[in-house]
């Protein structure tokens, strides 16, 4: 029985439509909401949101965060896929210890972290019985943008990594032992074998974990929402505040519609970035 | 088969049950003691003893211009209406006038501010107010000693509770004065209800008067006393509890945990006073009976029952809403709901009290106007912005919300025609 041309096409419908409906649609509605203003159709919004007190600190804040955090988190996880590839026993333990924090939802490990960092907490106590602070002292305010900086970047760090991890694992797996024997034969050392053999084998995997990783941290909200609250605006906790608390759907949709620009510059310098170079394949 | 037609029938009797129940029924639509739980102790607490069956619907705000237009085409189900003084002031040529009842504000002792309020601005008494509630002070006693000579908690004025924030901080080192300047923190009512007409006397008119730049450096100059974890807290109770703050301003169902986990440690008490009086915003709730309503000699029965001491005091211990008329506080109640309930009478009686109402008439444009609030604040004290430039910069953005939601002056500042204009 001859298969119709068209099975293809029927296999691939339903998910078809479920990003039609699911994503294009609300896409588009956005889009249209941005620049929906009470005088017609306009750019009315967008200025708002530019001219917005919190606007210059919320773009400078989401940059700041992912241009630090996802290059620490690549190289944690390329540091973590090299050692796994190492262990002799215990290794399906270590897998598993390192992904627990895929499992907890971001506003639960960003309310661990509040634990952690907020006045009558863990750290406070534990700096205080060892005598290296007088009284508890305040990181997580207005007065310290830097240590309120540090302790969402490690918050981040600490939730994210196990993905960017997850995708390098899985790419480390499909390199054959055999290049880095045959390396070693020739004399490298472990960096060069690293650096010469398997980052280069290793690249389509980064551009996907980068990817994922730069557009999840552009969206970044819950851990920051929970550590920074007001003090350490990001783009999308503006988008939320304009839509739950200042009510005002347009201003919230250009957020949503700049973040959506972004992310997708991101993905184009990375993919640009890594592509393969003339004659290679992959 | 007959299984299926059994259910049918059933359903059928449930229906016609139902139909008959509503008809005896008073219906009484609510905007307030909205979630289930709450919905469910106005049922069997504060309605139990009601004169007539009443079938108590709570509605979403938004709702509930819609039902009275429904029932003004015809439908004719409401008999009476419960919401805030700013949903109710809108829809005022909707109600009957309670004049016939008037009687009961004097009878029962309900102070006058809060019924001038009820007549909206006419003649005629549009709705009876029903419950309050407000934000007032807490302070752990031990702050006391830090107070400063001569200053009393229930006179206490701004530049007092600065001086004591001071006192505070040079005796124990700590910044122990709080504000719910957070994310989802209610700061905004303290500039429009509290700060503000204390020291101008009004709220969107005199947003930019030279008063309220002498009202920005004193709260400026509070604030090096306040502690800096101010902008994470939303709910008071908690830093007052875990003693991080010592003397804090809050809605009192933001306080509540506090006050009854620990009511040996805290006092209730007013807020303070500036040049212009003792502002405070009243969270009004009251009673109006619609033109259409199916019932009104009901309505008024049951209004009646509403107000009596004793269901005030059911609604208290049902839902945080506190007394407007006088009554005498039961020996039984909870220590921690009698020490609010003392400081919300002290507060309205307070010889200077300047009650400010909650923003009327703003609709969708409620969320930008409390914005503009925050956002001076963040420039003046946070940012150390020049004070006359942001005030008339937000003067602008404030304008602009006003004319967008045509929304007139609210008290204390004077009536406007069309739109509440800035000076």
Redesign the interface.
Known sequence: MQPSALRPYLLIAPSLVFLLLLFVVPLVQTVALAFDT?SGPGLGSFARMVGD?DFADALRNTFALVLCVVPLQLAAALGMSMMLRHLRGGRDIVLWIWTIPLGISDLAAGLVWLAILT??GYLNTVLFELGAIP?PQ?W????TPGVLFLGILIAEFWRATAIVFVVIVAGVQLIPQEYEEAASVFGATAWQRFRRVTLPLLRPTIQTALILRAVLAFEAFAVV?AIG???FPVLVSQAF?WQY????YSVAACYAVLVTLVSLAATLVILLALRPRAGETV | MSGRLTMLWCALLVGLAATAARADELVFLSTQLRPLEEAQKARTQILKGAPMPVSYLPEEPPQLPIHLQADEQGARTISLVGALHGELAPLAASFQPLDQQAGLLAQRGVPEQIARLAHLGTDHLMYMPWMQATYIMAANKKALPYLPQGATLETLTYAQLAQWAENAEKAT??RVLGFP????GLMARFFQGYLLPSYTGGVVVSFRSPEAVTMWEAFKALWKHAN??S??YNFMQEPLL?G?VLIAWDHVARLQNAFRNKPDDFLAFPAPAGPKGRGFMPVLVGVAVPKTAPDAAGASKLIDYLLQPETQIATLRASFFFPVVKVALPTDLEVGLKLEAQAVQQQQTAPDALPTLLPVGLG?????F??IFV?TF??IV?RDQPVQDVLAREAEDMQRVLN?AQAPCWSPDPPSQGACQVK
Do not use: C, I, M, V
């Open positions: 009470p007190l006045d009558k009284a305040s997580l305010t207005y007065e929402l609250g007001r003090n505040a608390q200042n009510q005002n | 080192g700590q300047a957070g994310p989802t800096p974890n902008t994470n875990s991080d969708s444009h409620n969320g930008e409390d914005k956002d963040q420039r946070l967008a």
